[in-house]
């Protein structure tokens, strides 16, 4: 068929319609190709579309008018023979092999003709083949219709992209914004304005990005110039105002837009909250400086305890010297006013120790098996002389029928514990009697024992009752002024109660006395857990003159103070024993390494060479050699320290001749004049 050129007119035009007015590429491709079907007098037609994927390409099928011409086998021939998974090569050969009229790899009535960079567009006639200027006219159409198709790809693309960033617009959780050069904001995303606190993130009217959005105008002004001399400011922390007044932390980047003069015209970025984050950041910096000030704290409580401990130890050491002189009475007395100040300053030591150690979360229970009864005879033998200064009647009373005679908790701090209820009941009780009960009972998941420390002194007011057990605290202020004392000694009490898995109550009434009523929940008895030093306790007996006689040998003292190293030579001479002293570390080796020693005893904190040092140095020199930590560190894990350093044994200053007495004796007795009783160590 050969179109006259009204009609080839005509059909450019109608073409030209179907393709200008189509929304997008399937409806396009479907009205330019009926277009054709009924100028052409054509009973088929379609469009294949060219794919690359990997440097391979293919056709596929668009769609086909009448959709059924997918199965006729002229279709169906024709597709089998367009090259598939092709290379450019191959493409091109086949695009190029294409028959400018005629029929087409032998099917009459079909033709096959390009799209550029497009694909393929073929049509079928119904009895006649295409003449060669019927197929010259379609290809400038074809041409125009594969810039269209290509054209309306690109559109779509576009389109797809834009809805793709418009996505990510939206729904970001950061603010971005666009304002004017006055700091009008003329666009925005929904989480902007929802930064600020603003419920309609459609009302951006009152938003702006000036002086008055900052909490400190100073911080806007910074950015202002950053971009002036940068074009851009990154990373920039800030707070703002929210609508509501509150504050918020915010994380900046904003750039400058700037005409061909290089004024700049408006301003782009982006806010991100990091309120939480800041809060957070806060938080971590509050927890580090509160933890580093604990750690200052502990690292002053322990040189402190040291500090104070090593002239106490002067102090309470020549006190026990001279009360074995023929002073007078008035002497005697001065001498024991020495002797109980200090000890009130030792228990005040120990006390703050032991409160900062249950506040830091470093304090240690250690349950091992113990005889009960021994230590309730250990703690009455302690109160006694307290109790019998004041005329007051000590009491204990247990039913051993019910009470089990060894039981598994921690020994050293219910020891401790009673040992603050009773001294507490003697301290505030003027008449009548201080009384220790200690019974079995029942409770919901096993056994209880229950100690019951009841006094008939000044009592607690019911509205103080719970109050005394907070750290400092007395029931009554005047009473501190009264009797003394740091108010930390219920406190430790409390907590350590609560470590070992029991309660403490109080029952009082105001001059009628109180009872502090300990609850444990008890086990049978499951053998020992730690070395066997640690359980023993000494009880020293006169056996002919002195108990002292017993010992022999001599011992290489390292301490670096000039008093400490007096006293302890002054005590152990009187014990009969020969004595070389040294000042540091250093000298204790050489000392050890040139002489026999039957024991050393080792201060730790020494110039030039430490104890812990010098005593695995002796420890590589002679495995045998008793070696005893003589130190006024008393910090929990000190002691670890020292024996796993090589240490036999541990002493604490102030140093308590019965103490030190019954360490030397382990190592240097000449004969055993010494019972071991399953008790607190003395030496702890």
Not at 592 to 615: C, H, W
Request: proline letters at 4%; one cysteine or more; aromatic letters at 8%.
């Amino acid at each position: 068929m050969q179109l006259s050129p009204e009609q080839s007119h005509l059909l450019f035009y109608e073409i030209a319609m179907a393709i200008g007015g189509s929304l997008d590429l399937q409806t396009m491709l479907r009205e330019s190709v009926f277009t054709y079907l009924k100028k052409l007098n054509c009973s088929a037609g379609g469009v294949l579309m060219l794919k690359e994927s990997d440097g391979c390409y293919d056709y596929e099928p668009v769609f086909s008018i009448p959709r059924c011409f997918h199965n006729h086998t002229v279709y169906q021939s024709i597709l089998s023979r367009i090259p598939h998974r092709a290379d450019s090569f191959e493409l091109s050969g086949f695009l190029a092999a294409l028959p400018a009229s005629g029929s087409i790899f032998g099917s009459d009535h079909f033709y096959l003709m390009e799209l550029p960079d497009f694909g393929l567009i073929y049509f079928n006639k119904r009895d006649e083949d295409f003449d060669a200027y019927t197929i010259k006219s379609l290809i400038p159409l074809n041409n125009k219709l594969a810039r269209a198709c290509q054209s309306c790809l690109q559109k779509e693309a576009l389109q797809r992209s834009e809805n793709k960033y418009r996505s990510i617009f939206d729904n970001a959780a950061a603010g971005i914004f666009q304002c004017s050069e006055d700091g009008r904001i003329t666009h925005c995303n929904p989480a902007f304005p929802r930064i600020l606190g603003y419920a309609d993130s459609s009302d951006t009217s009152r938003l702006s990005f000036d002086k008055t959005l900052f909490v400190h105008p100073e911080q806007y002004d910074a950015v202002m110039s950053r971009i002036q001399d940068s074009d851009r400011v990154a990373g920039f922390q800030a707070e703002v105002f929210r609508q509501d007044g509150s504050v918020a932390a915010i994380l900046l980047n904003c750039h400058g837009l700037r005409d061909r003069h290089g004024r700049i015209l408006s301003y782009e970025g982006m806010i991100e909250d990091i309120t939480e984050k800041a809060q957070h950041e806060k938080m971590r910096m509050e927890k580090e400086a509160a933890e580093s000030a604990n750690r200052s704290k502990s690292e002053f409580l322990a040189n402190m305890s040291h500090e104070i401990r090593t002239p106490m130890n002067a102090i309470l050491g020549f006190c026990d010297v001279l009360a074995e002189e023929g002073l007078n009475e008035d002497q005697s007395n001065y001498l024991s006013i020495i002797r109980k100040s200090g000890q009130n300053l030792l228990c005040i030591i120990n006390d703050i120790l032991d409160f900062s150690k249950i506040e830091a979360g470093r304090m240690t229970i250690e349950i091992t098996d113990f005889a009960l009864h021994d230590l309730l005879q250990t703690v009455m033998a302690l109160m006694e002389p307290r109790a019998a200064e004041k005329g007051l009647q000590l009491k204990l009373s247990c039913s051993m029928d019910t009470v089990p005679d060894t039981i598994a908790t921690d020994p050293l701090r219910l020891q401790q514990c009673l040992i603050n209820l009773l001294g507490n009941a003697v301290k505030f009780t003027e008449s009548g009697s201080v009384c220790l009960t200690v019974f079995c009972r029942p409770s919901g998941t096993g056994n209880q024992i229950v100690f019951e420390v009841k006094d008939t002194g000044i009592g607690i007011a019911t509205d103080k009752q719970k109050s005394i057990f907070n750290p400092f605290t007395q029931a009554d202020a005047s009473t501190t002024r009264k009797f003394g004392g740091t108010g930390l000694g219920l406190t430790i009490t409390s907590q350590l109660i609560q470590l070992m898995g029991g309660t403490i109550q109080v029952f009082s009434t105001p001059a009628a006395g109180s009872t502090f009523t300990i609850c444990l929940p008890i086990e049978p008895a499951h053998g020992c857990r730690h070395h066997p030093w640690e359980q023993e306790t000494v009880r020293i007996r006169q056996t002919g003159p002195s108990a002292e006689s017993t010992l022999s040998g001599s011992i290489l003292i390292a301490e670096d103070n000039k008093t400490n190293q007096s006293l302890i030579q002054t005590i152990l001479s009187r014990w009969g024993l020969s004595t070389d002293i040294v000042e540091n570390g250093q000298l204790a080796v050489e000392y050890a390494a040139r002489n026999q020693y039957d024991l050393i005893l080792m201060d730790i904190q020494m110039p030039v060479m430490n104890g812990l040092e010098a005593t695995q140095r002796i420890r590589n020199q002679s495995a045998s050699i008793p070696i005893i930590a003589l130190t006024a560190n008393a910090m929990e894990g000190d002691r670890q320290k020292c024996l796993e350093a090589g240490c036999n044994d541990y002493l604490t200053k102030p140093i308590l001749r019965d103490k030190l007495l019954a360490v030397l004796s382990r190592y240097l007795c000449k004969t055993s004049v010494f019972n071991s009783d399953s008790c607190p160590s003395a030496s702890s």
